[in-house]
């Protein structure tokens, strides 16, 4: 029986390109509206996995989802790196010189900039989903605008793109992570995420982050954010390299809960490699 | 001559409510319709100062923000702790029971949530800006709806607050940085925020952190945003105690340049007290 990997957006979204590519296209996909709902269809096992967009390499991080990482009790079981290829989709017939407004995600439209403001004069309308702006311009016949997302999207909604990669780095890359309810098997290539809140002395920071350099572990991430009802003091969420099994990490993190106020591990799980996404048949 | 303080948002928005708590009311205010605007009015001298949200107890940074002190020139020369007490502001007459719409910037709309729950079947609707919302409702007489702001804005509007308090924490504030074209007087309850890159060497967080450490330099905060092009490498964004002037300060920013790729500091200023918004007679 094949895996349902649960995802945000609708069908065509990159958050399903980049399960596809994870699991070599063998899985079912169970679209959600919002990524709480990711979370929640595989805490009640509905869905075996789920994908969240954790960073894009221009945007930064996806804080809701660390902050959900949080709230939920799931292992982050692997990652992969998509490369973000936007195309510009449109109803068959309806040319460059048509276009009046284009229709995305706020992120895909900021990735875009550079493009969009070369058509001049044309509207930008913020839409949820990537996917779903296109869904919407096929469904109202849209023959005076274009939406931006996925060749996927394109495909799936039987729509013409009419030009691709359009985004203004083409170095763009959003890393996804896999969550699942059980650990991952233990792997060669690891990598662990870790969150924890620090107690209220000086140099504290410092200190944690000591566990891991004098055992030569190498930091991969750092990234903070803040605590409820406990202004101007943050959760430190760490990714560093290896398994939190191995025995100079098994240590490290022992030493940091020494240190720490409260430390729980997100997961350990094997580095994502990059990937592009390619348009796979229904 | 009053200083012009240029601020994202329209009247009586919380930034204007941290402009007249951090100058003591004695400005004049320059609404802005985005932060680069507000950048912008200080680069070109039509404003004297601006002043930007940074930072929320409750959502954390406004990271948007951290990335335009790394695009623009300015000098961070002050910062104010708001605190943030939500209103529900309605047109007169219109009661409790009548609201079946609430208006609010998502971030307000996001803070109250407890509260907007408790009245069921009320439909969310996002506006660009608090004050923004109480105007449309004012504008479009809304008898059915009710707005999500200051009660400078209920105020300023002569509408009236049917309820005060309603975010879901009392703990509730936003940090506001203050900034102009040259640097803040020295003071002696100062902090300082610098931004940094890093080589790409192991430890080299740890290393940086060091410099701090190794003096008693105490860190406030620590923030990491992604280099553009370069994917999967960050800008550190720190603040810690202390003037850039002073002698342990200065020798850890010039041991901090032998390690760091790049450093750039971004203000030395007075640690902001916190402060209630009191509503203000125009």
Redesign the interface.
Known sequence: MKLTVAFQGELGAYSELAAREFFHADVEVAPKPVFEAVFRAVESGRCQRGIIPI??????SI?QNYDLLLRHRLHIVGEI?LRIVHTLIVNPGVRLGDIRRIYSQPPALAQCEKFIKSLRGVEVIPAYDTAGAVRMIKEENIRDGAAIASAQAAADYSLKVLKSGIES?H?N?T?FLILSKKKAPRSSHAKTTVVFATRNV??V???S??V??LR?I?????????I?????E?FFYLDFEGHADDSPCRKALDHLREIAASLRILGSYEKGREADGRVHKR
Chains 1, 2 share one sequence.
Not at 55 to 60: P, R, T
Not at 218 to 226: A, H
Not at 228 to 232: C, H, K, N, S, T
């Open positions: 960073e894009n390499s221009l945007m930064g804080h790196k780095d170095r890359y890393r000086a140099g920071l410092f200190k982050l000591s891991f350099a030569d190498n930091l991969l991430k750092i990234e903070s954010r803040p409820q009802g406990r202004p101007w943050y």
